[in-house]
């Protein structure tokens, strides 16, 4: 299968884009602290499915969506700490953005559990 036409790859491939764009705004003297893990967490998203898609057999690619999961919690309560310290106000179209993301991801490592 081609990840590029997965929708779940589509959409956190968006949410990358948002998070780049979110961490700009953050303060130069986090570049190498929540900057950068929330960027890395945020790649990690569709960077998972790609390989996951790649690699030879369903097991393996429940593995790499189960990491996409995981990521995208830890994207999420980075994005917390980030309000929290006031570096970006809530936003609730990035908050859509996680929960879509997060759904597909579910529904998608489901579908591949009932084949």
């Known amino acids: 299968m081609d990840h590029k036409d ?44 790609a390989e996951g898609a790649a690699r030879n057999g369903d097991k393996e690619l429940m593995q790499f969506l189960s990491i996409s999961i995981g990521s995208l919690s830890e994207l999420e309560t980075q994005y917390l700490i980030a309000i929290r310290l006031g570096f970006v106000t809530k936003e609730d179209s990035f908050d859509q953005q996680l929960i879509e993301v997060k759904k597909l991801l579910i529904g998608f490592k489901n579908y591949i559990k009932r084949k």
């Open 6 to 49: 997965l929708e779940v790859w589509k959409k956190s491939m968006d949410l990358v884009v948002q998070v780049y764009q979110m961490t700009q705004l953050f303060p130069d003297t986090e570049k190498y602290g929540l900057t950068s893990q929330m960027r890395r967490a945020a790649v990690s998203i569709p960077s998972n499915i």
